[in-house]
């Protein structure tokens, strides 16, 4: 039942190598769903952020207001490390309710964490392996703009907000390149979930 963490920058491919994998089979936890789930209304994350940053980062609906929180937040480390501290735990203690309910169901089952910020907050936890999805810097900035509609200056300023591509990479057990086409892409990540059992093997050892 080996669990996988699952990484990488912003705009490297990382949902693209998820999706991928869950054709395969694998039960992929999503991070960033996880984040919106804790902090949906009533829910005491949201309570807290509201309390913590004010009540204009709510909508009239008693939902976040993302876009608020982002900029209220963004440039700000004190604020980041508020937030996170509101938000990281209990993103931690669903996470792992989510990965036992999976071996649960099934104690077989391959578990992918899709998890952004591996790096900056779960990276002693014990994996048995770690993807990184990476592309150059350059790259990532160019999809941003072309697919993503940001502006340059929005797409550097993300990029920057990120750990570094070589702290990101000193974590991986496996790289998987996205700088190529999608085909080559899949062939990776084909190739990784065939020798997954050996690798988890290996690391167990």
Do not use: C
Not at 8 to 30: C, F, N, P, Q, Y
Not at 133 to 142: S, Y
Not at 192 to 202: D, T
């Amino acid at each position: 039942m080996p669990l996988v963490a699952l990484t990488g920058g912003i705009a490297s491919g990382k949902s693209t190598i998820a999706a991928r994998l869950a054709e395969h089979g694998a039960v992929v936890v999503d991070a960033d769903r996880i984040v919106r789930d804790v902090q949906s209304p009533g829910s005491p994350v949201l309570a807290a952020i509201a309390k913590r940053f004010g009540a204009r980062m709510l909508r009239p609906d008693g939902s976040l207001d993302r876009a608020a929180l982002g900029a209220a937040v963004f440039g700000d480390e004190r604020a980041v490390q508020s937030l996170n501290a509101i938000v990281h735990p209990a993103v931690r203690e669903e996470s792992h309710r989510r990965f036992s309910a999976a071996f649960r169901a099934d104690p077989d089952a391959v578990v992918v964490y899709d998890v952004p910020l591996l790096a900056e907050t779960r990276a002693s936890d014990p994996w048995e392996l770690i993807v990184v999805a990476h592309a150059p810097a350059r790259l990532r900035r160019d999809r941003l703009v072309r697919l993503r509609g940001m502006s340059e200056v929005d797409a550097d300023a993300r990029l920057a907000a990120q750990v570094s591509d070589d702290e990101r990479l000193r974590l991986a057990d496996v790289v998987i390149d996205t700088a190529g086409d999608l085909a080559d892409t899949h062939r990776q990540v084909d190739e990784l979930w065939r020798s997954l059992e050996a690798r988890v093997a290996a690391a167990r050892h």
